[in-house]
């Protein structure tokens, strides 16, 4: 699961990189910026119309045809009734941003909740299964076509449309190619039965993930009501960059992680193991690409998308700093889950949001890179209480966690450090970029090699062996 979970994931990521480095070279920060104001409805309804049985469904041992089928009636009633509110709503949402174009805009892009519901029963299923290969040839080909279009339309004068258009793309294809290859098929059969049965524990989640979404999205918010479209169009730039990095390794291991801990639920000792090993495998991988990133953040951006997107360079960065770490997160959230403590998650998970929506309220004053930095560190100190309740379900010690990230993360910056003293003057701007990625890449595995690391040499031995097997 996870090789193939980071094929995919690394495949996705250069295809979509490449689409939205040419993209953005012919679009204005405005045309991101009208966009992302709408971010925080998509999410929001997205989340209600899943209503956390997705989640459900994986957590639970024994699934039957009705499970499925009454999740898949509900996500698309739920979808349509979302996207009637929605359709009368936009007026007032374009008031609001003071955009009268966001009326129409929006009308068109809250399609894809429709769209998106007749396909999430069948990922439930594909992520049930661990059918991490056909997830993953799924979303490369629904990345791929959804780029073409973009591209297609961007060159034509099609602007936001172009966007909102390619969004629309990716998720029509996703769900075609997931009916495709799961077998499970719904039927007309109005049964709302077996939604009793997991509405206790997908009730929390879906309460935890809206209030995640509302403070994930707070910023396109502020941005978009205070600062302008520009600022959100900045801010919207650097945050996709380093969610596109940080979405290549978090894939590999939220793919698998859920339902592997599931599995495990009934051997504590396991569990521990998988967790351990999990969370070693998650920063050797995350710390040297994501704290990479930071530490090439402005070359990249003059050299991909260019000088006129400088100013994404600052939310690209603190971005790069919390998607090294948020691997973390997503580990000790699945562990309580798969221990049926949803109960646990809802209430960790709104404090914090609790906390950033205000911190972000009341630093609003002081500029933009305050607001996202208290953000950032709020969501960091919340990894002290999911350890303490993970501690208590399967007697993982905090000392044991920093022992499994330590020396990666040691490894990382000694050699970005070494990295940026070789190289600090250097002027040629492609040389600068080439040499860093090269340098620090080599100081990295270098290390690692030469320490014996046993998670290096056994990940390298298996993706070879993977390789030669294909």
Same mark, same amino acid.
């Given at each position: 699961?996870?090789?193939? %979970?980071?094929?995919?994931?690394?495949?996705?990521?250069?295809?979509?990189?490449?689409?939205?480095?040419?993209?953005?070279?012919?679009?204005?920060?405005?045309?991101?910026?009208?966009?992302?104001?709408?971010?925080?409805?998509?999410?929001?309804?997205?989340? *209600?119309?899943?209503?956390?049985?997705?989640?459900?469904?994986?957590?639970?041992?024994?699934?039957?045809?009705?499970? !499925?089928?009454?999740?898949?009636?509900?996500? *698309?009633?739920?979808?349509?009734?979302?996207?009637?509110?929605?359709?009368?709503?936009?007026?007032?949402?374009?008031?609001? !941003?003071?955009?009268?174009?966001?009326?129409?805009?929006?009308?068109?892009?809250?399609?894809?909740?429709?769209?998106?519901?007749?396909?999430?029963?069948?990922?439930?299923? &594909?992520?049930?299964?661990?059918?991490?290969?056909?997830?993953?040839?799924?979303?490369?080909?629904?990345?791929?076509?959804?780029?073409?279009?973009?591209?297609?339309?961007?060159?034509?004068?099609?602007?936001?449309?172009?966007?909102?258009?390619?969004?629309?793309?990716?998720?029509?294809?996703?769900?075609?190619?997931?009916?495709?290859?799961?077998?499970?098929?719904?039927?007309?059969?109005?049964?709302?039965?077996?939604?009793?049965?997991?509405?206790?524990? %997908?009730?929390?989640?879906?309460?935890?993930?809206?209030?995640?979404?509302?403070?994930?999205?707070? @910023?396109?918010?502020?941005?978009?009501? !205070?600062?302008?479209?520009?600022?959100?169009?900045?801010?919207?730039?650097?945050?996709?960059?380093?969610? &596109?990095?940080?979405?290549?390794?978090?894939?590999?291991?939220?793919?698998?992680?859920?339902?592997?801990?599931?599995?495990?639920?009934?051997?504590?000792?396991?569990?521990?193991?998988?967790?351990?090993?999990?969370?070693?495998?998650?920063?050797?991988?995350?710390?040297?690409?994501?704290?990479?990133?930071?530490?090439?953040?402005?070359?990249?951006?003059? &050299?991909?998308?260019?000088?006129?997107?400088?100013?994404?360079?600052?939310?690209?960065?603190?971005?790069?700093?919390?998607?090294? @770490?948020?691997?973390?997160?997503?580990?000790?959230?699945? &562990?309580?889950?798969?221990?049926?403590?949803?109960?646990?998650?809802?209430?960790?998970?709104?404090?914090?949001?609790?906390?950033?929506?205000?911190?972000?309220?009341?630093?609003?004053?002081?500029?933009?890179?305050?607001?996202?930095?208290?953000?950032?560190?709020?969501?960091?100190?919340?990894?002290?209480?999911?350890?303490?309740?993970?501690?208590?379900?399967?007697?993982?010690?905090?000392?044991?966690?920093?022992?499994?990230?330590?020396?990666?993360?040691?490894?990382?910056?000694?050699?970005?450090?070494?990295?940026?003293?070789?190289?600090?003057?250097?002027?040629?701007?492609?040389?600068?970029?080439?040499?860093?990625?090269?340098?620090?890449?080599?100081?990295?595995?270098?290390?690692?090699?030469?320490?014996?690391?046993?998670?290096?040499?056994?990940?390298?031995?298996? *993706?070879?062996?993977? @390789?030669?097997?294909?």
């Amino acid at each position: 699961g996870l090789f193939w %979970g980071g094929i995919s994931n690394f495949v996705q990521q250069v295809i979509g990189m490449a689409f939205g480095i040419a993209i953005a070279r012919i679009l204005s920060p405005d045309d991101y910026g009208l966009v992302a104001m709408l971010a925080i409805f998509t999410a929001i309804a997205n989340t *209600v119309m899943d209503s956390g049985f997705t989640t459900a469904l994986i957590n639970k041992k024994t699934i039957e045809h009705r499970d !499925y089928n009454a999740v898949f009636w509900f996500n *698309v009633f739920a979808a349509v009734g979302m996207y009637i509110i929605l359709f009368f709503a936009a007026p007032l949402i374009a008031h609001f !941003y003071k955009q009268p174009i966001l009326t129409n805009l929006s009308r068109v892009l809250f399609l894809s909740f429709i769209i998106a519901a007749v396909g999430i029963a069948h990922n439930a299923y &594909l992520l049930k299964k661990i059918m991490a290969k056909q997830r993953g040839i799924i979303d490369m080909a629904a990345v791929f076509c959804s780029g073409i279009v973009g591209l297609i339309l961007a060159l034509n004068g099609f602007a936001f449309w172009g966007l909102v258009v390619q969004q629309l793309t990716q998720i029509s294809a996703a769900v075609l190619l997931r009916w495709y290859y799961s077998p499970w098929r719904p039927t007309l059969e109005f049964d709302f039965t077996p939604l009793k049965e997991m509405f206790g524990f %997908g009730v929390k989640i879906f309460v935890g993930v809206i209030i995640g979404m509302l403070s994930a999205n707070i @910023f396109s918010v502020i941005l978009g009501r !205070y600062y302008g479209k520009t600022e959100t169009g900045y801010y919207s730039q650097g945050n996709k960059w380093a969610s &596109l990095g940080n979405s290549v390794l978090s894939g590999m291991i939220t793919g698998v992680a859920q339902s592997v801990l599931v599995e495990a639920s009934d051997n504590i000792h396991r569990q521990a193991n998988v967790f351990h090993k999990l969370i070693r495998f998650g920063a050797f991988v995350t710390f040297p690409a994501m704290f990479g990133l930071f530490f090439v953040g402005k070359e990249f951006v003059l &050299l991909t998308i260019g000088e006129r997107w400088i100013g994404s360079v600052v939310f690209l960065q603190l971005f790069c700093i919390w998607g090294s @770490f948020s691997f973390l997160e997503s580990i000790y959230v699945y &562990l309580l889950i798969s221990k049926g403590k949803s109960d646990v998650y809802v209430w960790i998970i709104t404090v914090m949001c609790s906390l950033q929506i205000l911190s972000a309220l009341l630093m609003r004053p002081l500029g933009i890179v305050p607001m996202i930095a208290a953000y950032i560190v709020i969501r960091l100190m919340c990894f002290f209480p999911n350890h303490y309740f993970t501690n208590k379900l399967i007697g993982v010690r905090f000392l044991s966690v920093i022992k499994d990230v330590l020396p990666y993360f040691v490894v990382v910056v000694f050699s970005i450090g070494v990295t940026w003293f070789i190289t600090k003057n250097i002027g040629n701007i492609y040389m600068l970029f080439s040499i860093r990625i090269l340098l620090v890449a080599t100081f990295y595995i270098g290390i690692l090699w030469m320490t014996n690391s046993v998670l290096f040499k056994e990940s390298l031995g298996f *993706v070879t062996g993977k @390789f030669k097997s294909l």
